[in-house]
């Protein structure tokens, strides 16, 4: 009886999860991206885009204030992309309350039930650092469980939010930066964060370019 309650268990999850799978979207930093709904009814009174158990607020147009607005029926946009904004979201409309719909099986007439979407946004990132200065990279966000690099040639471990950073060419402030102090071509490379699950939450990808100039500023990774 416990092992085909299982099943069953197992049997509702998969198709529950198919019903709403995850959407993935990749957005370039400082760049827009649109959530698409792809829905068509116009009886919506209400969209919520919630991330990390909080509800972001909705702009009905671009023209108000905050990065995220309404376009279209029910697509929502997020402008001047940052670092943090990268993770899951979930994307829900609501109707009027007198909206209403037929219940399978039997006819019964019933409230129409909020539909929902699921994303995973990645953000990437390319930068170009001269040999010498010093670079900090805001990618260790919120959602951040490690980063790897391959600027060796093969993939490695650099950071992880247990045990910190894990290379000696790093360090780390008390804020969100990954620091290299004095940057050399063996540092150029891909950089991946990664969530959790081993989701790609930012990739950022840093050529050298000579040596630093005394007339030139430090890259500033919120420019």
Not at 64 to 83: M, P, Q, S, Y
Not at 112 to 130: A, C, F, G, N, R
Not at 184 to 189: F, Q, V
Request: with cysteine; proline share 3%; charged share 30%.
């Amino acid at each position: 009886m416990f092992r085909r309650f299982n099943l069953l268990l197992l049997l509702f999850c998969l198709v529950y999860h198919s019903g709403n799978p995850v959407r993935s979207e990749s957005g370039k930093k400082r760049g827009n991206i649109r959530l698409r709904c792809e829905h068509e009814d116009n009886n919506i009174v209400q969209i919520d885009l919630i991330t990390r158990s909080e509800i972001i607020e909705v702009c009905e147009t671009e023209e108000c204030r905050g990065r995220v607005f309404k376009e279209g029926n029910c697509d929502v946009v997020i402008k001047n992309l940052i670092f943090s904004d990268a993770g899951k979201y979930t994307l829900r409309i609501h109707y009027n309350n007198d909206q209403t719909e037929l219940k399978p099986n039997n006819d019964q007439i019933v409230p129409k039930e909020p539909k929902q979407w699921t994303y995973h946004l990645h953000i990437h990132d390319e930068i170009s650092v001269k040999t010498g200065e010093e670079l900090k990279m805001s990618v260790l966000v919120s959602d951040a469980d490690k980063v790897k690099t391959n600027s060796s040639g093969e993939w490695k471990e650099v950071w992880t939010r247990d045990h910190g950073v894990q290379s000696d060419r790093m360090s780390n402030d008390t804020d969100i930066n990954l620091i290299i102090k004095s940057f050399l071509d063996s540092d150029a490379g891909t950089y991946r964060v990664l969530d959790t699950e081993g989701e790609i939450l930012i990739t950022v990808t840093i050529t050298a370019s000579g040596t630093e100039s005394p007339e030139k500023h430090r890259y500033r990774p919120n420019e």
